[in-house]
């Protein structure tokens, strides 16, 4: 079965030092990963997918996440972070072995918090 | 662009009281789903829904949950008879097609919070 571990539940950042938001997944297909966020009040958006087309993935609002197989991580890195990403953070898979409904399997989330 | 949206954004129900918590997909997509959230807790997968019916359920989906696609816009959930551990932020979403397969993106919704007194 897929899962998907968030290794901290809260990462402070002052504004303008990169942010990285750490993912490990556990999966038996190769899988497709995405990140999610969600701001307060809003509904879950996409910033990016793992559709193994290249391991370095880059999203929206300059962030970009790296496949690892070797380490079966999807770290989500930024250089530089903006007041606006405070936010929580979501590494999910997509359970392959589902019948292929796609159903998502998500992590626990990581609360990010970007000091002026 | 095209969004997900749900009504209401807030529901309070008595315990036993029957909810119907409604979400109305981007208008070309075929999957739907929905998951919910309670507090503190991780996002979890409660139902998928394809040609007008269940494909896949969860454990936590269990008699007191349905879903129906009543007509060609809307998709809802209805809990029957509500407890108070039905309190939580549900979730809508929707993708387009299976072609994609597992790498189609879902598009989400912002959330009815439910809660059960």
């Known amino acids: 079965a897929q899962s998907v571990t968030q290794l901290d539940s809260h990462v402070s950042v002052s504004e303008g030092t990169p942010v990285l938001l750490r993912c490990n997944y556990s999966s038996s297909y190769s899988p497709s990963l995405f990140w999610y966020v969600q701001h307060p009040n809003k509904g879950l958006q996409l910033l990016l997918k793992?559709?193994?087309?290249?391991?370095l993935v880059k999203g929206i609002n300059g962030f970009e996440a790296e496949f690892k197989k070797s380490e079966t991580s999807f770290h989500l890195t930024k250089p530089s972070a903006h007041m606006s990403d405070a936010a929580e953070y979501f590494c999910v898979v997509s359970d392959a072995g589902s019948g292929n409904t796609g159903k998502l399997i998500f992590g626990q989330g990581t609360t990010l918090q970007v000091k002026p | 662009e095209p969004e997900v949206t749900q009504t209401p954004s807030h529901q309070v129900t008595q315990m036993g009281q029957e909810v119907i918590l409604r979400c109305v997909p981007i208008?070309?997509?075929?999957?739907f789903y929905w998951y919910r959230q309670i507090l503190g807790q991780k996002v979890e997968f409660l139902v998928s829904?394809?040609?007008?019916?269940?494909?896949?359920k969860s454990e936590i989906f269990d008699d007191q949950f349905s879903v129906e696609r009543p007509d060609g816009s809307n998709f809802t959930l209805k809990i029957r008879s509500t407890k108070l551990e039905d309190s939580a932020m549900y979730f809508c979403?929707?993708?387009?097609?299976?072609?994609?397969?597992?790498?189609?993106?879902?598009?989400f919704g912002p959330g009815t919070r439910l809660l059960v007194l």
């Open positions: 829904f394809y040609n007008n019916e269940i494909s896949e």
């Open positions: 793992y559709t193994s087309a290249a391991t």
């Open positions: 979403a929707s993708k387009s097609s299976r072609l994609a397969g597992l790498q189609e993106t879902q598009y």
């Open positions: 208008s070309n997509h075929l999957y």
